[in-house]
């Protein structure tokens, strides 16, 4: 069964540093989205992506974060400069045209210390 | 603006009960999906079920069972004959129709399932 992909699992950054989070979505889906949670707290919606641009973001999607779509497969979440309250766990989903269920990958511990 | 409230924080049963997870939601929007899924101590986020808001037909899949009821605004999830390996953390989430179509999770009840 095809799965959302995630790499690294875990990335220890230095504050102010700049990281890269990787996601590989299920081939046929259209819609990518980055959520993050934070230890012990609920999933929070980050950004969504659609025809190669942005759809919504949220508040939390400010000037230091980026996404991208580099090829036919990849989907990537990249942070300038780090903070410590950056810290937390990053879900890439993705979902097909037609349905509304979301599938997560397993997801990427961002730790900045 | 959307919004899911999951007012249990966490439940703890003995194995063979049977547990019910409360979901209430609020939304504008005459057209949207509930999704409920399943967030185990590996971490991962696994789906469940989404249902339509036009279609309240309650579902039974095995174990699990959603009842949704609009007039009330609640989705809600019942567990029969719980196990061990239920224990996790579920959410209940919404999402309105559009392109974007972003998902508003609640914080999450916590199920701790002991034999």
């Known amino acids: 069964e095809p799965e959302v992909t995630q790499t690294p699992s875990h990335q220890v950054t230095q504050m102010g540093q700049e990281v890269i989070l990787r996601c590989v979505p299920i081939s046929n889906h259209l819609y990518f989205y980055w959520y993050r949670q934070i230890l012990g707290q609920k999933v929070e919606f980050l950004v969504s992506?659609?025809?190669?641009?942005?759809?919504?973001k949220s508040e939390i999607f400010d000037d230091q974060f980026s996404v991208e779509r580099p090829d036919g497969s990849n989907f990537t979440l990249k942070i300038r400069s780090t903070k410590l309250e950056d810290s937390a766990m990053y879900f890439c989903?993705?979902?097909?045209?037609?349905?509304?269920?979301?599938?997560f990958g397993p997801g990427t511990r961002l730790t900045v210390t | 603006a959307q919004k899911v409230t999951q007012a249990q924080t966490e439940i703890s049963v003995v194995e063979k009960e049977d547990v019910t997870l409360d979901c209430v939601y609020e939304?504008?929007?005459?057209?949207?999906?509930l999704f409920w899924y399943k967030q185990p101590p590996s971490g991962e986020l696994v789906f469940l079920i989404r249902?339509?808001?036009?279609?309240?037909q309650n579902e039974i899949s095995g174990r699990y069972s959603w009842n949704f009821q609009k007039s009330t605004s609640s989705f809600n999830f019942t567990i029969t004959a719980s196990q061990v390996v239920d224990s996790a953390v579920y959410f209940c989430a919404l999402s309105e129709a559009g392109t974007a179509s972003k998902l508003t999770f609640g914080t999450g009840t916590r199920l701790q399932v002991t034999l």
């Open positions: 992506f659609y025809n190669n641009e942005i759809s919504e």
């Open positions: 989903a993705s979902r097909r045209d037609g349905a509304y269920e979301q599938y």
């Open positions: 249902r339509n808001s036009f279609d309240e």
């Open positions: 939304t504008r929007d005459t057209t949207y999906y």
